[in-house]
């Protein structure tokens, strides 16, 4: 099969001309969104932004067509930003806006093309699909399907069961969970990551939810989303309760153990999970497959590791039927991790 390329008359080659428009916002977002293709704060809320509008759909709640990844966060942004599990999203959303008016594409497909291009700033990361043909949106989403990290694994199983997708397909866009921090949980330490390398695609958040939780990152709980919050093993590092738990409860430690050195496979499942998370509510047989316009991310960075300071006696094995890997620590003392800088 030979795969039919046109050239834009930006001058690069893609799978089809409908594509071509995205050459220019791509350029666009690198370089003014992005601050030149870092894996920063931006990526992080760019791809926050890809879930919150895409999990934005509800069978039972009436949707038939449409909703979803939608960009009903960006259309109905007044009414949406007021949802309490979507606090910190304006940020983003007041960035990436501006964005509409300098291209012709849909607020959907804006929000899933800037995840995207931002996951491929950050090294380790799978190269994403991306779908172009998102319809304007015609409803602002209703209130209550995005999860908050107080929510049971019960609640967070279910609400993903209702966009038809299985535990272990939950663990693994968790995944984005590596490349991300907290403004918002304890707004006393905005920028608190979730692993140690929150600017590498990497399998560090799967070792680090394992180990035992010791400490308040900061000076103590400090209200925002917090009982979401539970004790973290490093200091910097803060800790989300359904993270902790979905590494601990049975129906899916396995599948997050699975994860811990397995970067391969992280990425293959990662790929594959946000591929059918960017479609959700849409009709994917008019969307034009315009993939080949995301960068070829960078590999990963460093190897699995404990941080320094650790032991396998601090990992809180979960999974029954399997061992977590044998890991050793990173020399030096104990590591603290810094807060992913504003930008
Ligand atoms: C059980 C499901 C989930 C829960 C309860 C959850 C909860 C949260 C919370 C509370 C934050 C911190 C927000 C703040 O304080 O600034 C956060 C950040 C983030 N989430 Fe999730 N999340 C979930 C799933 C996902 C999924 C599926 C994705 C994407 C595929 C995602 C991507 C992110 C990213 C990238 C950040 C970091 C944003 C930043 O650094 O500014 N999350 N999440
Ligand atoms: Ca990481
Ligand atoms: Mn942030």
Redesign the pocket.
Known sequence: VVTPRVTCSTGQVTANAACCVLFPLLDDLQSNLFDDGECG?EV??S??L??HDAIGFSPSKGFVCGGGADGSVITFDSIETAFPAN??IDDIIDQQTPFLARHNVTPGDLIQFAGAVGVSNCPGAPRLQFLLGRPVAKAASPIGLV???F?SITD?LARFAEVNFSPAE?VA??A??T???????DPTIPGTPFDST?GIFDTQLFIEAQLRGILVPGNGFNG??AP?QVLSPLEGMIR?E?DSNLARDSRTACEWQSFATNQAKLQSSFRAA?AK?AVIGQNTKTMIDCSDVIPVPKPVVGKPHLPAGKTMKDIEQACASAPFPALTADPGPQTSVPA?PPS
Do not use: K, Q, W
């Open positions: 704060e992080h809320e791809l926050r890809t879930f606090n910190g999860p908050e990290p929510d967070v939950v866009l968790l984005s969970h490349i991300a921090a907290a403004d918002h949980v929150p925002g989303t979401g989300l359904t946000m998370m992913v």
